[in-house]
């Protein structure tokens, strides 16, 4: 009798057991079903996110790259500028060369008109206009003499100042006159009618002035052998520089 009623309440518990499994199978299935679509939703957030991070990254360089394009962009701008007004200045300087030389033509003419007007023979003018010139290509040979050597003590200046330290003051010839040809304010530099041949050096500071009065102090950036480009140096500025300001050093 014991053991019956004990076969009875194992099968009823198998009974409840098999119950209740139906009734829990669903709910696992489901919840078998929301996990793997929340696995498929963070294995899609977490693509996302490395594909944003590469895409932030890729932007990142991108705009680096361009401010480096635009740093070099006006760099170049700059350079264009600086020789285009130089080329503008020499243009200038041209044509006033061309009207003085066509000044020159026309007194010269009016010259020999007076020898002739006075009766002097034209082969005495052409003897006295012979040793005229040759008495000026002396002059200009010793001038050039003394230009060479007045050339060669600025380098050995300019040398020296670069061998005592990078913050010595280039030095550079004494006595340097000249005048601003152009502005441009933009970028802030001029170019100046003196240059190597006037003993100007790269990096060598000259100041500017106008009616006597201080206007500013400038830099040499590059130097040709006729002119110079020179950086306005803002700690000096008292007023605008304008052309036709001096120049001295």
Do not use: C
Request: hydrophobic letters at 40%.
């Amino acid at each position: 009798m014991l053991r019956a009623g004990l076969i009875l309440v194992i099968l009823l518990g198998l009974g409840a057991l098999g119950i209740a499994q139906l009734q829990v199978a669903p709910k696992i299935s489901t919840l078998e079903s929301d996990l793997s679509a929340a696995n498929d939703a963070r294995y899609s957030a977490e693509d996302a996110q490395r594909q944003a991070e590469t895409a932030q990254r890729n932007a990142e360089e991108e705009a680096e790259t361009l401010r480096g394009d635009l740093t070099d962009a006006n760099d170049k701008l700059k350079g264009a500028m600086q020789f285009g007004a130089m080329q503008k200045a020499r243009g200038d300087e041209l044509d006033s060369e061309l009207t003085s030389t066509k000044s020159e033509l026309i007194e010269a003419q009016r010259d020999i008109q007076a020898w002739v007007g006075l009766g002097v023979t034209p082969q005495f003018v052409i003897t006295m206009k012979d040793r005229l010139n040759d008495a000026h290509e002396e002059i200009a040979a010793i001038s050039s003499e003394k230009e060479v050597l007045i050339r060669q003590l600025d380098q050995i200046k300019y040398e020296l100042s670069r061998f005592v330290g990078p913050n010595q003051k280039v030095v550079m010839r004494d006595g340097i006159e000249g005048s601003i040809l152009s502005v441009d304010t933009d970028w802030g530099f001029v170019v100046i009618n003196v240059g190597e041949q006037d003993g100007v050096r790269e990096n060598g500071e000259l100041m500017v002035s106008r009616g006597g009065k201080l206007v500013g102090k400038v830099q040499i950036s590059s130097v040709e052998n006729d002119r110079s480009v020179a950086n306005v140096m803002p700690g000096w500025l008292q007023a605008d520089i304008k052309v036709g300001d001096e120049v001295l050093y």
